[in-house]
Every structure is written in structure tokens, then in C-alpha cells.
């Protein structure tokens, strides 16, 4: 079969410049297709490394073709990185619509340069497989029969490999699940936080939870007023007073995924007002519980649960054992 002429002379270049502008309009409307994560992997792994080879060695004689498929993704590997980097010193840094136009900006522009030094080579080299070009390739009717089976493992090895990378990155793990619980100041700031109030004045702030478990949850948020010492030589924490304060709630939230290209958005947000009656330095306990909350053992009689099992709470709460957030509290006369 003949070499390609005309257009046809720069076949492979014209479909990389199109998979490029395919690729950008499929990030934008089908995201999550197959074709997307596919056309991205040779966008990275291939491209950039096709077109610098093919523009700064557009004669046959150069190199072989296993050379250049070769140096195609070590290159491809060398040169993403490096506009990564590029981009991390612009105001526009390393995020997906950056990193999208500058490569494919990289690849149409190396691949316009190659068209034009494929046309004014004397020998272009011109992508065009047959079974003699293979063959004459890999010497196969002058090799020994060991010779031909080494080949046969090392293309079979190679097509597995690149088969394997391909799954990797079209099927990642599923990212850690976890769940944001912060309170913020009245003003809706990590800020201004009522740490110093008097007898009975009103505290106000604002306890927020988002959630990216990967599924729905029900979360229960209970608050509690908690008298402690914690002695440091021998590292034990003595609760003595343990008081439920009013508005424990619960709430049942979807899946957020995780948007690290967009601003942060709350998912779900409520005010929460308190006050202390008696003064002393306290802690305010958020404890934060999913799909059930443990049940509490009857109410004592003045209302302090710090001599029954519920102290546990607070004591696996300072170990990190559960989600809690915490706000000390000092109240005067």
C-alpha cells in the first residue's frame, strides 16, 4: 500500500488537533463519559510528546518508529509537568480550564509547526501501518524463533500495560469519605466567637456540616455543657459537671462531591443560641453523630451526667474517637 499524498500526507497530526478540540468540548458537556476520560488520556500521556517529536524530526531518517512511540510518552510525561509548573507562577494556577487551554494550545500549535516541516522535508516521515512496514520493523523474517516469541511477550506486555494504565485511570478508587462539621462566629466567620460572656448573656453561633460520605446521611448534633480538668503529668482528664444544653437537632443530607475548582459553598448552615448560668470557665461541646446517636441513661436528678456513662462522650470526643467541636468559654458574674 502507498504512502498517503495531499492532505492525506498529514493525517495523523489533523486528528490530534481535532481529538484536542473534541476533548475540550467533551469536558464541558459529558464530563463523565467514557470517550472524555480516554481522549484525556492520550491528550496526556501522548500528544504533547507526538507533536514536539514530529515537529523537531519531521525526516524518516531520523529516528525508527519504535524510537519515536518511545520518546512520544517519555516526553509527553516530561513536558505536561513542566506547564504545570509554568502555570503554577500565573494568577490563573494549576486548575482544569488552565491546564485544558494551555495543552491544547500546546498541541495544536507543535502540530501546525510539523505540518509545515513534514511539507518541506525531503523523506517526510508519514504514520502509515502496513504488515511488511511491521514486519521490516522488528527484522521478523531474519529473527530466530526465540527471537519472535521475545517480540511477542514484549508487544503482548506492552498492549497489557497500557491496557492496565488505562483502567487505572478511567475506574479511580472512590475518593475518602468524610464530613465537614465546623462552627463559625455570628458574623458567619472562623471569628468573633462569644469566649468571654457574663451570667446568662446569649452566645450566638453558627454550626455548619457538608457532606461528602458518598451516600445520604442522617446526623444527629447534640451540645453539652462540660465542667473539666485535664492533668497533665499523668495525662487524665477529670470531668465534674456534664449538662445537656437545649437544641440538639438532627438532619438528613445527599452526597456533596468534593469541587476543588470552584469556590466553597456550605451545605447546610443553622444558628444556635446558648447561655450559661453559673460562672466559671466552661466547654461547649458540638458532638456530631451519623445515621444514629447513642441513647442516654435516665436524667439525674440536679442534671449532671458526668457521673454516668455519658461522660465517655466527651472522654472519646478529646480522643478523637468522634467528631466533636469544641469552644471554651469563660463566664462571669
Given amino acids: 500500500m502507498e504512502e498517503p499524498k495531499g492532505i492525506w500526507k498529514y493525517w495523523d497530526l489533523l486528528i490530534i488537533i481535532g481529538l484536542s478540540?473534541?476533548?475540550?468540548?467533551?469536558?464541558?458537556?459529558?464530563?463523565?463519559?467514557?470517550?472524555?476520560?480516554?481522549?484525556?488520556?492520550?491528550?496526556?500521556?501522548?500528544?504533547?510528546?507526538?507533536?514536539?517529536?514530529?515537529?523537531?524530526?519531521?525526516?524518516?531518517?531520523?529516528?525508527?518508529?519504535?524510537?519515536?512511540?518511545?520518546?512520544?510518552?517519555?516526553?509527553?510525561?516530561?513536558?505536561?509537568?513542566?506547564?504545570?509548573?509554568?502555570?503554577?507562577?500565573?494568577?490563573?494556577?494549576?486548575?482544569?480550564?488552565?491546564?485544558?487551554?494551555?495543552?491544547?494550545?500546546?498541541?495544536?500549535?507543535?502540530?501546525?509547526?510539523?505540518?509545515?516541516?513534514?511539507?518541506?522535508?525531503?523523506?517526510?516521515?508519514?504514520?502509515?501501518?502496513?504488515?511488511?512496514?511491521?514486519?521490516?520493523?522488528?527484522?521478523?523474517?531474519?529473527s530466530s524463533r526465540l527471537d519472535k516469541a521475545l517480540t511477542g511477550i514484549l508487544i503482548i506486555a506492552i498492549i497489557t500495560s497500557i491496557g492496565t494504565l488505562t483502567y487505572v485511570i478511567t475506574h479511580p478508587k472512590p475518593g475518602e469519605a468524610f464530613t465537614e462539621f465546623y462552627i463559625l462566629g455570628p458574623g458567619g466567620k472562623a471569628s468573633d466567637y462569644p469566649t468571654e460572656l457574663k451570667v446568662g448573656q446569649e452566645g450566638k453561633v453558627i454550626i455548619g456540616i457538608v457532606n461528602h460520605e458518598g451516600r445520604n446521611v442522617t446526623y444527629y448534633v447534640q451540645i453539652w455543657l462540660v465542667n473539666l480538668t485535664w492533668e497533665n503529668q499523668t495525662n487524665t482528664t477529670t470531668i465534674y459537671e456534664m449538662y445537656p444544653l437545649p437544641g440538639w437537632f438532627n438532619v438528613t443530607l445527599p452526597n456533596v462531591p468534593i469541587n476543588i475548582e470552584g469556590n466553597w459553598t456550605p451545605q447546610f448552615e443553622t444558628n444556635y443560641t446558648f447561655s450559661i448560668k453559673r460562672p466559671g470557665d466552661w466547654q461547649v461541646w458540638f458532638l456530631l453523630f451519623k445515621d444514629n446517636q447513642p441513647k442516654l441513661p435516665p436524667a439525674p436528678p440536679d442534671g449532671n451526667y458526668a457521673e454516668t456513662e455519658t461522660r465517655n462522650l466527651i472522654l472519646k470526643a478529646i480522643n478523637g474517637t468522634i467528631q466533636s467541636l469544641k469552644l471554651n468559654v469563660h463566664v462571669k458574674e
Fill in 21 to 142: 478540540l473534541i476533548l475540550d468540548v467533551l469536558i464541558f458537556y459529558a464530563p463523565n463519559s467514557l470517550a472524555r476520560k480516554g481522549l484525556g488520556l492520550a491528550f496526556v500521556l501522548f500528544f504533547p510528546g507526538y507533536v514536539f517529536i514530529t515537529a523537531l524530526f519531521p525526516e524518516r531518517k531520523e529516528l525508527d518508529n519504535l524510537e519515536r512511540l518511545a520518546l512520544s510518552f517519555g516526553l509527553s510525561i516530561a513536558i505536561v509537568p513542566l506547564i504545570g509548573l509554568g502555570l503554577n507562577y500565573t494568577p490563573w494556577g494549576i486548575r482544569l480550564i488552565p491546564i485544558l487551554v494551555s495543552l491544547t494550545i500546546f498541541n495544536v500549535a507543535l502540530a501546525l509547526i510539523a505540518i509545515y516541516r513534514r511539507s518541506k522535508a525531503f523523506e517526510p516521515w508519514i504514520p502509515w501501518i502496513t504488515l511488511e512496514r511491521i514486519k521490516g520493523e522488528l527484522e521478523w523474517e531474519s
